[in-house]
């Protein structure tokens, strides 16, 4: 609305010229679905009523340690990183200290990853990471509502309670990265051109192996999750979904 005011000699009279865009008026009073780059936008409260559900406390009777859950589209998934040491499994605390092992939880290789969870629970699957992201407004989206309101570099919004945090990685030569910065979780599924030649991304060679598996990663910076593939060694976080 434009408001145009012209004042002349004492007997003028007051001239005041309103200019309404109908569209604009339009737009403003409308109601309903709101888009935003040709995605339909649901807020967050609303989002989260529907497909969030904070469950109960799992306690893991073989060390005692406790952790959130959280129901996500139907699922019921850990809602920290597993903090378990496996018996005859690779598994390592972020520069082989025992804080962060308390702070992020455990990297494990994909083989003792597949082994670590509790009774009942489990790695999950690359299709029900893609379902989690999904839910949480797809892959543009998801790292920042999924990842946590502290503790990372840029602090994402956690809109579902699933608190990602930033625990780096233990590269297959032994060293660590990204710790603060970049979250890196396993899934059970193996690459199915394993007997070909799996990318490493991380560094963007070609390995010939037959060690393939699918992870993510998270950094709320960008608000990306990104899926690849990468040989079993590294270490990674594991969040365990529920059977």
Request: net charge negative.
């Amino acid at each position: 609305m434009k408001v145009l005011i012209r004042s002349g000699r004492a007997n003028s009279e007051m001239r005041i010229i309103f200019s309404v865009t109908i569209t604009a008026f339009l737009l403003f009073v409308a109601c309903g679905t709101r888009y935003i780059g040709g995605v339909r936008a649901i807020s967050a409260s609303k989002n989260v009523q529907r497909e969030r559900i904070s469950g109960p406390a799992l306690v893991d009777s073989r060390n005692d340690n406790s952790y959130r859950t959280v129901e996500i589209g139907g699922a019921v998934w850990m809602a920290e990183n597993l903090n378990h040491e496996v018996d005859n499994g690779n598994s390592w605390c972020y520069e082989d200290d025992e804080s962060n092992c308390q702070k992020y939880g455990r990297l494990y290789d994909w083989y003792t990853a597949n082994e670590a969870c509790p009774i009942g629970w489990r790695l999950p699957t690359r299709q029900e990471w893609r379902d989690l992201i999904s839910v949480a407004g797809g892959s543009r989206e998801a790292s920042g509502k999924l990842t946590s309101a502290t503790g990372w570099k840029h602090n994402g919004t956690d809109n579902y309670g699933f608190s990602a945090l930033p625990s780096g990685i233990r590269n297959a030569n032994g060293s660590f990265d990204y710790v603060d910065a970049i979250g890196f979780w396993w899934s059970a599924t193996e690459n199915p051109s394993a007997d070909e030649k799996t990318h490493d991304a991380l560094f963007g060679r070609d390995v010939y192996s037959v060690d393939g598996a699918y992870y993510l990663k998270m950094f709320p910076s960008s608000t990306l999750v990104i899926e690849q593939y990468i040989i079993k060694s590294y270490g990674f976080s594991v969040r365990c979904i529920q059977d």
